[in-house]
């Protein structure tokens, strides 16, 4: 193992001391609570540093073509329709579940790993049925599961813009040690960078800094959000032969 010798050596991410450089990326394990925390318990102790965890469901994934006011009446109820992630009542619906995810990082610092929130929005890959249109830049069709996406507009851009801020905070709220944003592998931020998918001729679309102008701007707004607390990176590809 000497030749491997820096691989098990701590990395220094900000003030931040991960204790190795060995990261279990984010993943969906289609776990219910109980089992997916056994599941990080027994993972954690083989010596992983770090551990990432989807934090779109807080509020990003349902953006920005979710549904209006919910009845308040049904918003207990195990299939209620949670309200726009804007409004005040939805804001509010986002940031009670917060204590569900705050188990996670708990659960891995128990055995010395750290925890990374990553803020994720699958655009026009939308790999579960929701009962909402897929979005992206433009209406080009994905590649896996062909859906047509609603094109969005500059408006819904700045919204999704602030629901990602926002999704940052509460990665802070649940006690995670860093932030991600998800740009990589076909996704809703990669989608915007690739001339592939962004046929767009605005400001976000034609050239490569105008392609880039929804990650940075994003970039941006979570950095404000989490204000020095908490380092905040991109998972982007590396090699992409597409």
Do not use: C
Not at 46 to 67: D, H, R, T
Not at 130 to 152: G, T
């Amino acid at each position: 193992m000497d030749r491997f010798r820096h691989l098990r050596a701590p990395l220094k991410i900000g003030a931040l001391t991960v204790r190795n450089r060995i990261m279990m990326p984010t993943h969906g394990p289609r776990l219910p609570q109980g089992r997916y925390l056994r599941y990080l318990a027994a993972r954690t102790p083989g010596g992983v540093g770090l551990l990432g965890f989807n934090l779109g469901p807080l509020g990003i994934m349902q953006f920005p073509l979710g549904p209006g006011r919910s009845p308040i009446a049904n918003a207990g109820d195990i299939d209620s329709v949670p309200p726009h992630p804007l409004s005040a009542e939805g804001k509010a619906f986002y940031d009670s579940q917060v204590s569900a995810y705050r188990a996670w990082g708990e659960t891995v610092r128990k055995h010395g790993a750290l925890a990374i929130g990553q803020l994720y929005h699958s655009g026009a890959a939308l790999h579960t049925d929701n009962f909402q249109p897929a979005v992206a830049p433009s209406a080009v069709a994905d590649e896996y599961e062909r859906h047509i996406p609603h094109a969005l507009t500059a408006g819904e851009i700045a919204d999704l813009i602030e629901a990602f801020a926002l999704g940052a905070k509460r990665a802070l709220l649940a006690g995670f040690d860093l932030v991600e944003i998800h740009a990589a592998h076909g996704y809703l931020a990669y989608q915007f960078l690739s001339p592939l998918t962004n046929k767009r001729d605005d400001r976000y679309g034609g050239s490569l800094d105008n392609r880039m102008r929804f990650l940075v701007e994003m970039l941006r707004a979570v950095r404000d959000a989490v204000d020095g607390a908490a380092p905040v990176g991109v998972r982007m590809n590396g090699p992409d032969p597409v």
